[in-house]
């Protein structure tokens, strides 16, 4: 069984940087693509990135590209958010994904989750 734990999330001021960690625990790593996805209050659950299994692979949401950047350790069974230039509209839970199949942006095609990490940016 596919086990998820994010960790990294707080509280910061605009502009700063804050850095997510995913470990999966369960089965292999590496034969598990990785993706964020973040929720705020009363909204549905959007796509932040994801990343295939080798690394080789990103892409992002428009909202957070060329602030985001998303990478993997193999080795070390962890996926990372790299968060930069934060702004109060990135306030969320975010949520760590993983599957071993095809996956698109929509978080419905997902199979494993994490519990969540929240991440507030004050202004």
């Known amino acids: 069984q596919v086990q998820l734990k994010e960790s990294g999330g707080g509280l910061v001021q605009a502009g700063d940087s804050l850095r997510l960690s995913c470990a999966l625990s369960?089965?292999?790593?590496?034969?598990?693509?990785m993706g964020w996805f973040r929720q705020a209050p009363g909204k549905e659950r959007d796509f932040v990135s994801r990343?295939?299994?080798?690394?080789?692979?990103?892409s992002y949401a428009d909202s957070v590209k060329g602030r985001f950047t998303i990478s993997r350790d193999n080795a070390k069974n962890t996926a990372f958010l790299q968060m930069n230039s934060l702004k109060p509209e990135d306030t969320a839970v975010y949520y760590c994904?993983?599957?071993?199949?095809?996956?698109?942006?929509?978080?419905?095609?997902?199979?494993?989750w994490g519990q969540g990490t929240q991440v507030t940016v004050s202004s």
């Open positions: 369960g089965r292999t790593f590496s034969n598990y693509n």
């Open positions: 990343i295939n299994r080798s690394g080789s692979s990103t």
């Open positions: 994904a993983a599957d071993n199949n095809l996956v698109s942006t929509d978080y419905r095609s997902w199979n494993y």
